[in-house]
């Protein structure tokens, strides 16, 4: 999952998208202060397992 976070003097808020290629999209043609992150989940029942 890919999150858009932006920000201005009174709010902040999260978009959220499936793919990069859509993400990117949308960052380029969002204006103002933004951060574009990538969320990656762990399955941490596998991990306790090795």
């Known amino acids: 999952m890919w999150v858009i976070t932006v920000w201005t003097e009174n709010r902040i808020c999260m978009y959220e998208f499936e793919t ?16 574009l992150s990538e969320i990656v989940y762990s399955d941490e029942t596998v991990l306790s397992s090795i």
């Open 20 to 35: 990069k290629t859509e993400a990117d999209k949308t960052f380029k043609e969002m204006k103002g202060c933004k951060i």
